[in-house]
Structure formats: structure tokens, C-alpha cells
């Protein structure tokens, strides 16, 4: 079954949020699932939140770190709208809002994070199912 949930997410480089959460911008990536917590599954690697934020990017495009934590984002908003049925595949919208002075240097690097096409080691998200635990 599909279902729609629109995700309105402002990539702070010191917080992600969202209309529901607000986290630190920063993860750890391993190869094995962690021991506590939730987790995000995606290509193979594991990711878990961590309070040590990203350090400071002009640019949230140039590698995959926002693409993930877009992902944890996504995962919180469906989970508190209670949409993690196992057999449910979720499309999520992702409105886009930058500064006026910022639409045209960046408008062609959001879509790359949100597709998933500006990241180092993957492809979009449709090519790897993504666990949230």
C-alpha cells in the first residue's frame, strides 16, 4: 500500500526540523547495527543520530550527510504520524523554501538531496529499502 506524507524539513547546520522534531545535524555511520536506539538502515550502512553536530556547510549538497539526516527526518514524521506499517511504502513530499537571494545558486543542489542523486556513495532512495529501528 502507498501512502503521501508531506514533510516540510529545514536543514539547519546546527539542527534539523521539522514540524514535529528538532534534532542536532549529526550522525555516526558504522557497518553494524547499534547496540541502543534507533538506527537508520540504508545501503548497507547503519546510521544513528548523535548530539556532535556536522560542522558548517554553505553547501548541504556536496556529499550524502543531509541526504541521511533528511532520511531520519522523514522517518520521525511518518513515526509520529504514525504511519510505520510494515507493508505500507511511503512517498514523501518535501516542500522546498530557500531565502530569496539563495533560489537560483541552490535550487539544482536541494533537488540533488532530495532525490538522493547528489550523494557520494548511493543512488536515489528508491534503490535500497531503508529500515528505521
Not at 30 to 57: F, K, S, T, V, W
Not at 106 to 127: D, V
Request: one cysteine or more; hydrophobic letters at 40%; aromatic letters at 10%.
Amino acid at each position: 500500500m502507498y501512502q503521501k506524507i508531506i514533510v516540510p524539513i529545514d536543514h539547519g547546520n546546527r539542527n534539523m526540523k521539522t514540524e514535529h522534531k528538532v534534532f542536532t545535524s549529526g550522525f555516526v555511520e558504522g557497518d553494524c547495527r547499534p547496540a541502543l536506539g534507533e538506527y537508520l538502515h540504508y545501503n548497507g550502512r547503519y546510521y544513528a543520530l548523535a548530539e556532535q553536530r556536522i560542522p558548517y556547510m554553505r553547501d548541504k549538497t556536496v556529499d550524502d550527510r543531509f541526504f541521511i539526516l533528511t532520511l531520519f527526518a522523514v522517518a520521525m514524521e511518518a513515526e509520529k504520524q504514525m504511519l510505520n506499517a510494515q507493508d505500507t511504502i511511503l512517498q514523501a513530499v518535501l516542500p522546498v523554501g530557500l531565502p530569496p537571494r539563495s533560489i537560483t545558486a541552490h535550487c539544482t543542489g536541494s533537488s540533488r538531496i532530495i532525490s538522493g542523486a547528489g550523494a557520494s556513495r548511493g543512488s536515489p532512495i528508491r534503490a535500497s529499502p531503508i529500515r528505521w529501528g
